[in-house]
């Protein structure tokens, strides 16, 4: 099942953008979902993550002003970010582990996740 983003796009500080990501094929419901982000150059970073069951994990950086969600049935997954600052410039990918897998307390790495859309760009000035 290939994940697809959208929602991307630039935004002056303080402003905010939704995320979403969609499968774009049928597949079963997976426990894992996060999101990701990198910045040309550098290594990858977990924003957040979410499993079914709805329990969440963010990164420091990003506590208070982003908030993942998912939409279990369909296996979409949403990430509201608000107050957006320059250093949340970065691509944002969705990732999802394989279906039976929880999220874990390595849910920032990316290593951990086996299915990858293709990414979407925030650029905020």
């Known amino acids: 099942v290939q994940l697809v983003e959208s929602g991307g796009g630039s935004v002056t500080a303080g402003g905010s953008l939704r995320l979403s990501c969609s499968p774009s094929?049928?597949?079963?419901?997976?426990?894992?979902m996060g999101w990701i982000r990198q910045v040309s150059g550098k290594e990858r970073e977990g924003v957040a993550s979410?499993?079914?069951?709805?329990?969440?994990t963010y990164a420091d950086s990003v506590k208070g002003r982003f908030t993942i969600s998912r939409d279990n049935p369909r296996n979409f997954l949403y990430l509201q970010m608000d107050k957006l600052t320059p250093q949340d410039s970065a691509r944002y990918s969705c990732?999802?582990?394989?279906?039976?897998?929880?999220?874990?307390?390595?849910?920032?790495?990316?290593?951990?996740?086996?299915?990858w859309g293709q990414g979407t760009q925030v650029t905020v000035s």
């Open positions: 094929g049928y597949g079963h419901i997976t426990k894992c």
């Open positions: 979410i499993d079914s069951d709805g329990e969440t």
């Open positions: 990732a999802a582990r394989q279906p039976f897998e929880r999220c874990g307390s390595t849910w920032y790495d990316g290593g951990i996740y086996s299915n």
